[in-house]
């Protein structure tokens, strides 16, 4: 089993569309989450720590479940420009960030 | 640009050669991160250092790999002896140790393509 699994999509939604993401991890012990964005043959780039209160960053609100060990990304008035990969992040108690596999958007007109 | 900077960008190689790939962090930290991203996949972890030293290394990282970060400043990634099955990108990045807290900025990559 993968430590951090993600539906891969893709998800095709029209502009101004709420969409949301899932992710579960499988070890209790992770102390950290986070999603990342990752352009086609670019770098991951942070998008935002996940909260166990739960957080918001304009558009983007994000929820962590850690009874259910499972972390949510909902894009709220979907744009052409949040096409990209989302990559649910974990860390446990040492420093390595662990990936999912990320979960492709695709927003079209 | 004051990111993370990684050279080269993109590295084409024969099977059978050694390659290395220099990572310059984000100035004032600690910390640096190397990763490997193959087609489909998240990065996964393969080592890192807090200043001049090596605190974790994945099972990822065969006796074919080394690391290093000699002055704690910028880093180089070599691979002995490549293999086709080496070709990915190659991803750094770097994070301020700061109140436990640790965010990861990632550079551009390099990729490597082993033929």
């Known amino acids: 089993r993968k430590e951090v699994e993600q539906d891969p999509g893709p998800f095709n939604v029209p502009e101004g569309a709420t969409v949301a993401f899932n992710c579960t991890y499988s070890?209790?012990?992770?102390?950290?989450f986070f999603w990342y964005r990752q352009d086609c043959r670019k770098e991951p780039k942070l998008l935002m720590s996940?909260?166990?209160s739960g957080n918001e960053d304009g558009r983007f609100t994000a929820q962590l479940n850690r009874a259910s060990q499972y972390i949510s990304l909902l894009i709220r008035d979907s744009k052409l420009s949040d096409s990209a990969t989302y990559l649910c992040?974990?860390?446990?108690?040492?420093?390595?960030?662990?990936f999912g596999t990320g979960t492709r958007l695709q927003v079209f007109p | 640009d004051t990111g993370v900077s990684q050279d080269p960008r993109h590295k084409i190689t024969k099977r059978g050669q050694n390659v290395t790939f220099r990572c310059d962090p984000i100035?004032?930290?600690?910390?640096l991160y190397w990763y490997r991203q193959t087609l489909g996949q998240g990065p996964e972890f393969l080592t890192y250092?807090?200043?001049?030293?090596?605190?974790?290394k994945s099972r990822l990282l065969s006796d074919r790999f080394s690391a290093e970060r000699p002055k704690g400043s910028f880093s180089t990634l070599e691979i002995q002896r490549t293999e086709q099955g080496d070709s990915a990108m190659y991803l750094c990045?770097?994070?301020?140790?700061?109140?436990?807290?640790?965010?990861?900025?990632f550079g551009a990559g390099t990729r490597l393509s082993v033929l």
């Open positions: 992040v974990v860390k446990l108690n040492t420093d390595k960030l662990i």
């Open positions: 070890n209790s012990a992770s102390q950290s």
């Open positions: 990045a770097s994070s301020l140790v700061k109140r436990d807290r640790a965010l990861q900025y």
């Open positions: 996940v909260y166990s």
């Open positions: 250092f807090q200043n001049e030293a090596q605190l974790e």
């Open positions: 100035s004032e930290h600690n910390r």
